[in-house]
């Protein structure tokens, strides 16, 4: 059974950026790459560093996949399933998303 959880409202989160939203006990970093409602959702802790930084990390683009680096030792994670690029055990927890009446919402 799907539970689907509202974080926060779409306008909360500028084109082209991320911002860290607490579900239940879990930080997770909420990236809306262009200014439509596409929003992607990844565990907010970053495995090399073991701290909360990915909602700060940079948004590109690689061989056509949209990816976040790591602000602190860059390492990249792919938005849409949370592979990393530089090491597969490294690869960390993404959520469905979706936007009901222009609010984020994520599948635990």
């Known amino acids: 059974m799907s539970q689907w959880l ?3 409202s779409i306008e909360q989160i500028l084109p082209g950026c991320g911002v860290c939203a607490l579900a239940g006990e879990q930080q997770v970093a909420l990236f809306r790459p ?3 409602e596409h929003v992607f959702a990844l565990s907010n802790i970053d495995p090399f560093a073991q701290a909360s930084v990915l909602s700060r990390g940079i948004i590109a683009e ?3 996949e ?3 680096a790591s ?3 860059k ?3 792919r938005l849409t399933d949370g592979l990393c690029m ?3 055990s490294h690869s960390i927890t993404a959520y469905p998303t979706r936007v009901r009446d222009g609010n984020v919402q994520i599948n635990l």
């Open 71 to 73: 602000p602190l030792k």
């Open 75 to 77: 390492q990249h994670f």
């Open 66 to 68: 949209l990816w976040v």
């Open 62 to 64: 690689h061989q056509g």
């Open 86 to 88: 530089e090491d597969e």
């Open 6 to 8: 509202t974080l926060c």
């Open 34 to 36: 262009r200014a439509d």
